[in-house]
């Protein structure tokens, strides 16, 4: 991705997470982070994963969004009354991210700016077979069959079958989890909580 | 054009996660708390990318860094879901989502 629109992108990333921590306002602090979000995607795109991109735009600025946007109507908060923040938690939230910041900054000043190296499509086209090679000598960058490829495993190597099955387990607990918290009911604990308080 | 470096994507990437972090720690709504750890999450995954597009073999990009971003990104997923629900379930019993107001476990 050309310098300066690796910067217009990272600086609406930025300036939609600033946004998002700063807005009063819960309704818009999901919607800048949405633009965060399309910046990010952006970056993404700009490395070549036009896949993850994609996804991230589906996954996060769509579903993960509005599943935030419903709860926050479902719960219908106003946006708050102005609150005093505590002083030593904005010291904290202030120090420890810029010192982080400045950590990730001597880091990078050390290893240098050099430049990616650039994609050999040719070169990665004599070692592949079918469609895959068949793109890669039209000069496109068929991600998505590598990706496949790269997950599911060839003869050569052996993929990432075992993790795939155990993220199906996670979304399946997921789900269930989900149903057994939001079922009405099952609340005995937390009315004695209620009581006590 | 000259092409934008791996240590910029790095330092976009540490910057996006560092406001995400100032946000957890700043922010009183649980909700915007959550928000923000979607963010660093995010940003973590810019550096996979990063480094999966710097680390050319056979003239490709390394695609072991783009499947962990996809596991990332499907656990990121199924976490808001889980969290959503138990807020859900914090504000029918507590009717607040202000984490300064939930101390009952506090010593």
């Given at each position: ?100 910041l400045m950590q990730v ?30 793109s890669l000598k039209e000069?496109k960058l068929p991600d ?54 | ?107």
């Open positions: 991705m050309p310098q300066p629109l690796f910067y217009l992108f990272a600086i609406l990333a930025a300036l939609g997470a600033i946004s998002m921590i700063l807005n009063r306002n819960p309704v818009a602090s999901a919607l800048s982070m949405v633009g965060a979000f399309v910046g990010m995607a952006a970056l993404f795109i700009g490395l070549h994963a036009y896949l993850v991109g994609i996804m991230q735009i589906l996954v996060y600025a769509g579903a993960i969004m509005v599943l935030f946007i419903f709860i926050i109507m479902l719960l219908d908060l106003q946006p708050g009354k102005p609150r005093s923040l505590k002083a030593a938690s904005v010291a904290a939230g202030c120090v420890i991210p810029v010192l982080l900054f001597g880091v990078l000043e050390q290893s240098g700016w050099e430049r990616f190296e650039e994609l050999d499509l040719q070169t990665a086209a004599e070692t592949r077979s079918g469609k895959i090679e068949e000069g998505t069959h590598l990706i496949g490829r790269t997950l599911f495993g060839t003869p050569e190597t052996p993929g990432y079958n075992l993790p795939l099955q155990i993220i199906g387990v996670l979304l399946l607990v997921a789900t269930v989890g989900v149903v057994v918290l939001s079922k009405k009911g099952g609340t005995e604990s937390s009315t004695t909580k209620n009581e006590s308080a | 054009m000259n092409p934008a470096s791996l240590s910029e994507y790095l330092f976009a990437s540490g910057l996006l996660f560092a406001i995400g972090l100032a946000g957890v720690i700043v922010r009183r709504n649980i909700i915007v708390i959550f928000m923000c750890l979607e963010l660093m999450l995010a940003a973590a995954n810019l550096t996979l990318v990063a480094f999966s597009r710097s680390h050319i073999s056979e003239g490709l990009p390394d695609y072991d860094g783009q499947v962990l971003v996809f596991f990332i990104i499907t656990v990121a997923a199924a976490e808001v879901a889980v969290g959503l629900a138990i807020i859900v379930a914090l504000y029918r019993s507590r009717q607040t989502i202000q984490v300064d107001e939930l101390t009952s476990m506090k010593g």
